[in-house]
């Protein structure tokens, strides 16, 4: 079983959609959570990054982590062509007992988005 | 945001060559920088985590005699990729951390074709 799961889709939207992208994961010493998103051939981008459970909003993205259920979503509402890339969820746990430091990146599987107009 | 760049931005090169990679950190240091190989429709596959000063900690399966890693500075690494083969055609992606230790910020990527 990979630490991380994250369907693959491919995902395909109408432009202004709701469009939902999970994660789950497997570790529970993963504290940070991270969305990237990725255009073909570009390095990822990262979007949103989230400590431990509870929500975040930026725009029109919302982050949601439940760690009692470990599992994350990315929200994004009134979803545009332009959204239209592999987003890749992300999750690393603390290097040292003050978790002043973080480690490597624990990636899911990434999601192709397509939002058609 | 942070910026990360990387250089060159795409290489070809013959079967047998090395071929250096530079990463670089523009408007942070960076303590931490780690190297990622990215096949066609797949997620990034960690090579090598490389911190400033010190030896590169490889992946387990990644060969650290043939993927060379140097962290000269807190803005700078080098991936070389020694006598290339066709397999290791791919797309490299670097990322850096800043002294605050939490968010990875992406270089563009480097696609290299080895003939």
């Known amino acids: 079983q990979k630490e991380v799961e994250q369907d693959p889709g491919p995902l395909s939207v109408p432009e202004g959609a709701i469009v939902s992208l999970n994660c789950t994961y497997s570790?529970?010493?993963?504290?940070?959570f991270m969305w990237y998103r990725q255009y073909s051939r570009k390095g990822p981008e990262l979007l949103m990054y989230t400590y431990s459970s509870g929500n975040k909003e930026d725009g029109r993205f919302t982050a949601q982590v439940d760690k009692s259920s470990k599992y994350i979503s990315l929200f994004i509402r009134d979803s545009q062509p332009s959204d239209s890339a592999t987003y890749l969820c992300?999750?690393?746990?603390?290097?040292?007992?003050?978790?002043?430091?973080?480690?490597?990146?624990?990636f899911g599987q990434g999601t192709i988005l397509t939002v058609h107009p | 945001g942070a910026v990360v760049s990387q250089h060159p931005s795409w290489v070809i090169c013959k079967s047998g060559t090395s071929v250096k990679i530079e990463c670089r950190s523009l408007?942070?240091?960076?303590?931490?920088m780690f190297w990622y190989r990215q096949f066609p429709k797949q997620s990034l596959m960690l090579m090598a985590t490389s911190n400033e000063g010190s030896k590169a900690t490889y992946e387990q399966g990644v060969e650290k005699d043939k993927f060379l890693i140097n962290h000269a500075s807190l803005t700078l690494s080098t991936l070389t990729v020694t006598s290339a083969h066709p397999e290791d055609s791919s797309f490299y992606i670097c990322?850096?951390?800043?002294?605050?230790?939490?968010?990875?910020?992406f270089g563009p990527g480097t696609r290299l074709t080895v003939l």
């Open positions: 992300a999750m690393s746990s603390p290097l040292n007992a003050g978790g002043t430091s973080y480690g490597k990146l624990t």
């Open positions: 990322s850096a951390v800043g002294l605050a230790g939490v968010e990875q910020f």
């Open positions: 570790n529970s010493a993963f504290q940070y």
């Open positions: 408007d942070f240091q960076a303590t931490t």
